[in-house]
């Protein structure tokens, strides 16, 4: 998707784009391995942050300063299946469907079909095979004194 249709579209760019891939369907079948675990996959999502992309809660289990990667598989061949998977998803309720599979690990790889693209936060950063790594403590973060912080938000020392 050019940068010129994300412009005028926002976020629609995004849904746009999964209705061709949609269209597409079935997407090539590939292989993830999270820690020494094998499983397949017709779409992951890797993350390390419970929701993204407009909502949609892939990864409801997920948080920033545990040091792992949260993996959501989806091994789906009917369309019906993934649309339902993706609804129920908005909702974090997408665990335990069929052809469903959640995973925690500090190392992910993604290989075997090398036509598939992955997208990291919303934008294409390549083709198949793709590593990733949780490092633990990689980022600091500056925040406001608990005193000041925002309602709903705790601090930790």
């Not at 335990?96 to 992955?118: D, F, K």
């Not at 294409?124 to 938000?153: D, H, K, Q, W």
Request: aromatic share 8%; with cysteine.
């Amino acid at each position: 998707m050019s940068a010129a249709v994300k412009r005028l579209l926002g976020e629609g760019a995004y849904w746009l784009a999964a209705l061709r891939q949609l269209a597409a369907w079935p997407p090539p079948r590939f292989l993830v391995e999270a820690d020494g675990r094998t499983e397949p996959a017709t779409l992951a999502v890797v993350a390390n942050a419970a929701a993204y992309g407009g909502g949609l809660r892939f990864t409801p289990r997920a948080r920033m300063d545990d040091a792992l990667l949260d993996v959501c598989l989806l091994d789906l061949t009917d369309r019906l299946r993934l649309v339902r998977c993706v609804v129920a998803a908005f909702r974090g309720a997408h665990l335990g469907l069929p052809g469903v599979t959640y995973l925690q690990a500090r190392s992910v790889r993604a290989h075997g079909a090398r036509e598939a693209w992955v997208q990291v936060d919303g934008e294409l950063a390549g083709r198949l095979p793709m590593n990733f790594e949780c490092i633990p403590a990689a980022v600091s973060v500056l925040a406001p004194r608990c005193s000041t912080a925002s309602r709903g938000f705790a601090a930790r020392r």
